[in-house]
């Protein structure tokens, strides 16, 4: 009988995820991903056989499916309003509260393969078609809703690189703070 893994599939994905956030791909090493996951690397290759693209991959279906879950309120919740300040609530808890980066950003950084790339890119749209959506169902016509949802990302992930840099988080909590009065048009807020 095979011996059970000592770290369960949704805590490695945590763990691989929050190295790659810190140092990129190109900064992982194999070193990094054992010692935060507590594998020996041979446990870790037995997992990945295709090395550290195959863990970065999971790491990104990993951020999918928490990213998933932090926009279902804006998606689905009948009180657009609210479902945007729950999704905030969320984007804040996911980003420690502007303290860590953003892994979309920190995966697509100089040496990461193309279609690392292009799973960040996939879920980076995801994210814009969901305040794009939930902005059009506030009441902003399809253009200013895309306009809405771009300007609520840009915000959010440059206070996440303001916070990086500075050390100052505050511009993060203000900024998610106002997701709902910057996909909600004023005249319905």
């Known amino acids: 009988?095979?011996?059970?893994?000592?770290v369960d599939e949704d805590q490695?994905?945590?763990?691989?995820?929050?190295?790659?956030?810190?140092?990129g791909y190109e900064g992982t090493g194999i070193g990094d991903l054992a010692t935060a996951s507590g594998l020996q690397r041979a446990s870790l290759y037995h997992r990945f056989p295709d090395g550290k693209e195959q863990m970065a991959q999971v790491a990104l279906t990993h951020v999918g499916r928490r990213f998933a879950a932090i926009l279902a309120p804006m998606r689905d919740d009948p009180d657009v309003a609210r479902g945007i300040a729950e999704t905030a609530r969320g984007l804040g808890e996911f980003y420690g509260f502007g303290a860590l980066s953003c892994v979309l950003d920190t995966m697509t950084l100089a040496g990461a393969p193309a279609p690392l790339r292009d799973r960040a890119r996939s879920l980076a749209t995801a994210w814009l078609d969901a305040m794009t959506d939930a902005a059009r169902r506030a009441g902003h016509r399809p253009e200013a809703a895309v306009r809405a949802a771009r300007d609520a990302f840009v915000r959010v992930e440059g206070a996440l690189v303001l916070g990086r840099v500075t050390g100052d988080t505050g511009v993060f909590a203000e900024t998610v703070a106002l997701l709902p009065s910057l996909l909600v048009p004023e005249d319905r807020a």
């Not at 009988?1 to 000592?6: K, L, Q």
């Not at 490695?12 to 140092?23: C, P, S």
Request: glycine letters at 6%.
């Open 1 to 6: 009988m095979p011996r059970p893994p000592s």
């Open 12 to 23: 490695l994905g945590d763990l691989i995820a929050a190295v790659f956030r810190a140092k």
